[in-house]
Each structure stands twice: as C-alpha cells, then as structure tokens.
C-alpha cells in the first residue's frame, strides 16, 4: 500500500533562513510526486513535481525538491524563507490520477 | 484561464438536510477529482471520473455521498442527509489524462461545509 509521510507535523523558522521541509513515501514502483503549499482559506496551488529524469527539481516561489529513490524521500528546500512563505505543505504520491497526501507541515515564519 | 471553480465557497447547514457541493473543471480537462480535508484525517481522496465515468468511488464514506459528472464541465457532490460528522472543506480537482500519462491535479478554492 503506499502512504506518505510527513514527520514534521509543525516547523517555525526565522525570515531569511532556509527551510527543508522532509517528505518519506512508500509505494510499489516509480511514484509521481508532488509538493503543494496551502495558505489559511485557500486551495492547495502546486510548487513543484516530479515524474523522471533530473533528481532535483526546480518549482515556483524559488522552492526545489530532491529525489532520492535509495531514502525514498522527496525533501522540499528553500534557501531564503520570506514571511510569504508560511502556509501548510503537503507532500503528494502516487500515480493514474490517485494521488495519496501526507498530513501536512505548518510552516510559522518569524520576524 | 480560469481555474477549477466551486460553489457555494461556504455553506451552513442543519443536520438531516440535502446539500450539493458544484465544480466546474478547467477547460480541456478530463479528469475531475473529490477531496475532503479535515483536522482528524487530513486530505482524503472521495472519488474520480475520467472522460465523464466515475473510475473510483472507494473513499466515498457512505451512501449518503454520491456523486455525479453529467458532462465534461460539469460535477456534482450531494450528501444526502447531512451529518454534522460531513462538516469539512471539500477541493474539487481536475488534470489531464493521456494515455500513460497523469499529469498534474490543479484545485479549486473548496467550499466550506458546516453541519449543525
């Protein structure tokens, strides 16, 4: 069965500071992945994917995401966070249209 | 372009009524997805249509979901009676399908449900 994992379920970081947010997936071949980011009220707008090729992908907002099949993890990093940037983040996997969410991580952006 | 687009956004009901939840897909989409997310589970996938036909309704909780795609812009979600366990933000979601390929779920803004 496949399942994500988001083990940071909250995470507070200083404006300016990077951020790595951790994404774990189980599944039984080659997963599509996902990150989206969802800010208070709103929809869940996509900041990056990943299907094949390349390991680390380049997503909007200055967001990028490494694909590592031996840790079957796909962590979502940010060098410099803005305070635009707190929202909750959901790591996504799956493929033919199912995709399966992990819980979400809160991100608090301070001052 | 206009993106997936829900109504109502938000709507406040009493327990044992009929509520219909709408989505309109992007344009040019053929798969159109329900979500329900709340505090207790998180993001859980209801159903999916391709090309119109409901492919997987194994997350709908109950039979007093259903859910219906009369044409290709076009869905509906009905909970029938509601419950105040219903109460929930529910996405809709639409994205390309062809042939191997599942391209990317693109969300609407929800509509917020409470049940009282």
């Known amino acids: 069965a496949q399942s994500v994992t988001q083990p940071d379920i909250h995470i507070t970081v200083s404006e300016g500071a990077s951020l790595e947010l951790r994404c774990n997936y189980s599944?039984?071949?080659?997963?599509?992945l996902f990150w989206y980011v969802q800010s208070p009220g709103q929809g869940l707008q996509l900041l990056l994917k990943?299907?094949?090729?390349?390991?680390l992908v380049q997503g909007i907002k200055g967001f990028e995401a490494e694909f590592k099949r031996s840790q079957s993890s796909f962590n979502l990093r940010k060098p410099s966070v803005h305070w635009s940037d707190a929202a909750e983040y959901f790591c996504?996997?799956?493929?033919?249209?199912?995709?399966?969410f992990g819980a979400g991580t809160q991100v608090v952006v301070t001052p | 372009d206009a993106g997936v687009i829900q109504s109502p956004r938000h709507e406040v009901t009493e327990m044992g009524q009929e509520v219909t939840l709408r989505c309109k897909p992007i344009?040019?989409?053929?798969?159109l997805f329900w979500y329900r997310q709340t505090m207790m589970r998180g993001l859980e996938l209801l159903i999916y249509?391709?090309?119109?036909?409901?492919?997987?309704d194994s997350g709908m909780p109950e039979d007093r979901f259903s859910a219906k795609m009369p044409n290709a812009s076009f869905s509906t979600l009905k909970i029938q009676p509601s419950e105040p366990r219903d109460s929930a933000v529910y996405f809709c979601?639409?994205?390309?399908?062809?042939?191997?390929?599942?391209?990317?779920?693109?969300f609407g803004p929800g509509t917020r449900l409470l049940v009282l």
């Open positions: 979601a639409s994205s390309i399908k062809s042939g191997t390929s599942q391209e990317t779920q693109y």
């Open positions: 599944y039984g071949a080659t997963p599509y």
């Open positions: 990943y299907f094949s090729g390349d390991t």
């Open positions: 996504a996997v799956g493929s033919w249209g199912k995709l399966q």
């Open positions: 344009s040019g989409h053929n798969s």
């Open positions: 249509f391709n090309n119109n036909v409901p492919i997987d």
